[in-house]
C-alpha cells in the first residue's frame, strides 16, 4: 500500500532554515510526480510545491518562491523541501501528496514551527 512519511519538522526561529524528507513506499517512485502541502490552525491546506516525477520543480506557492527548494531523489524514494528564511507565516503541518490513478495519498505531516 502506499505510504508517505513526512520528517524533519521543528521549531526554528524567524530567518533559519529546516529540510523536511518524505520518505515513500507502495508505488513506484520515479513514476510520478510529488507535491508538498501545509496547514496552518484555522486555515485550509495550501499547496506549496509540486515536482515532476523526474525532479523537476514545477510549481510554488507565491509565497515561499525564492525561499523554498523542493527536489526528489528517485534512487532513495524521497522528496524534500528545504526551507530558508523562515517566517512565522510558514507555521503550519507540512504534508507531503501524491495523485496515483485520481487518488490522492496524504502522510500524517510534519509540524513546523517559526518563532522567537
Known amino acids: 500500500q502506499v505510504q508517505l512519511v513526512e520528517s524533519g519538522g521543528g521549531l526554528v526561529q524567524p530567518g533559519g532554515s529546516l529540510r523536511l524528507s518524505c520518505a515513500a513506499s507502495g508505488f513506484t517512485f520515479s513514476e510520478f510526480g510529488m507535491s508538498w502541502f501545509r496547514q496552518a490552525p484555522g486555515k485550509e491546506r495550501e499547496l506549496v510545491a509540486i515536482i515532476s516525477n523526474v525532479g523537476n520543480p514545477v510549481q510554488y506557492l507565491d509565497s515561499v518562491k525564492g525561499r523554498f527548494t523542493i527536489s526528489k531523489d528517485n534512487a532513495k524514494k524521497t522528496t524534500y523541501l528545504q526551507m530558508d528564511s523562515l517566517n512565522a507565516e510558514d507555521t503550519a503541518v507540512y504534508y507531503c501528496?501524491?495523485?496515483?490513478?485520481?487518488?490522492?495519498?496524504w502522510g500524517l505531516g510534519t509540524q513546523v514551527t517559526v518563532s522567537s
Open positions: 501528496n501524491v495523485q496515483i490513478q485520481g487518488i490522492g495519498y
